[in-house]
């Protein structure tokens, strides 16, 4: 096997892990989604970590395809060539089906977040108008972020 051929190669194992992986976290956003849906506070903190882990993962095949990519001698083969036309074609499939999950799971979210705020409130509202003790009133600060 040529020099040429085994960098070629060894760039499509790469984008196939590429592809796996990011399978891997589109499989974490199904995951988070139905935490979300369960309001399983232990279960989106979960699929939190796992999607930072992969990520982290990502991350370093981007950086490992970037370099190999430097290296080959005749780029223009590599991309012109069908292997690397389909595996770019998956992966970006692949990225916009990420995409659309994690906007889908940010609206989950930002619902959920709201429906819980409205709730403590409607229950705050409560307990302070049903307080024996006149002036005295509950309050709990709710963060923001999640």
Do not use: C, P
């Amino acid at each position: 096997m040529r020099h040429s051929d085994m960098e070629n190669q060894a760039l499509v194992d790469l984008g196939v892990k590429e592809l796996d992986t990011l399978k891997e976290f589109l499989g974490a956003l199904k995951a988070e989604k139905d935490s979300i849906i369960a309001f399983s506070l232990e279960g989106i903190i979960r699929e939190n970590n796992r999607k930072e882990e992969i990520l982290k993962r990502l991350e370093y095949i981007e950086a490992e395809k970037e370099r190999l990519f430097l290296s080959v001698s005749d780029r223009a083969a590599l991309i012109e060539g069908k292997t690397w036309k389909s595996l770019a074609e998956e992966i970006g499939a692949s990225v916009k089906e990420v995409r659309i999950a994690l906007e889908k799971n940010m609206k989950l979210l930002s619902f959920s977040k709201d429906h819980v705020k409205t709730s403590l409130e409607k229950v705050l509202n409560f307990i302070n108008k049903s307080s024996y003790q006149k002036g005295r009133s509950v309050s709990i600060m709710v963060s923001r972020t999640i």
